[in-house]
T-cell receptor
């Protein structure tokens, strides 16, 4: 079955460490997205990529980095510069410019800073 | 800019009660509108969508109508079940070229249905 796989599901990080969250899709979608979810704040866009080797900052990109070397993969690195990284991170993919095609989400990764 | 506003939760209902979750939006042009549902500890699942004015999206007994005149997309269900307990997100997707197809979400509304 086609879908999005995020790993790890749970991750603990010490202060000052960088961590990388994996996101892989086999839906042949062009676009991929990273959202951050905090209680009571909905989902906020971190980064998105419309095509391989290109990506754009979302609303809260500071302290995060991404790469898009392959169409199927869009890893997110949470750097030590991110002041409050504890959150639930959701990856999504979709086709551009089509209202009939919706974003498909992964199951999420929960990051906790110790 | 584009934005989505949802009624605040949590909403607590008894089984078989009528549900309405309000959603209004601000957008340039003619966005597509969506409702997503999130069960505890999981990602988001599409519940229903509407891509143009007066369209009605429906799924699993839930309905929402795209009202351009009131910029609204309220979610309704005639008789809720305990299994409907979840967080519901209203979202819009701008169809303008340089918006990247991203979704803009409301803050979410938590629904709890009691037996």
């Amino acid at each position: 079955d086609g879908g999005i796989t995020q790993s790890p599901k749970y991750l603990f990080r010490k202060e000052g460490q960088n961590v990388t969250l994996s996101c892989e899709q086999n839906l042949n979608h062009d676009a991929m997205y990273w959202y951050r979810q905090d209680p009571g704040q909905g989902l906020r866009l971190i980064y998105y990529s419309q095509i391989v080797n290109d990506f754009q900052k979302g609303d809260i990109a500071e302290g995060y980095s991404v790469s898009r070397e392959k169409k199927e993969s869009f890893p997110l690195t949470v750097t030590s510069a991110q002041k409050n990284p504890t959150a639930f991170y959701l990856c999504a993919s979709g086709q551009l410019f089509s209202g009939a095609n919706v974003l498909t989400f992964g199951a999420g990764s929960r990051l906790t800073v110790l | 800019g584009n934005s989505v506003t949802q009624m605040e939760g949590p909403v607590t209902l008894s089984e078989e009660a009528f549900l309405t979750i309000n959603c209004t939006y601000t957008a340039t042009g003619y966005p597509s509108l969506f409702w997503y549902v999130q069960y505890p500890g999981e990602g988001l699942q599409l519940l229903l969508k509407a891509t143009k004015a007066d369209d009605k999206g429906s799924n699993k007994g839930f309905e929402a109508t795209y009202r351009k005149e009131t910029t609204s997309f309220h979610l309704e269900k005639g008789s809720v079940q305990v299994s409907d307990s979840a967080v519901y997100f209203c979202a819009l997707k701008s169809m303008i070229y340089n918006q990247g197809g991203k979704l803009i979400f409301g803050q979410g509304t938590e629904l709890s249905v009691k037996p």
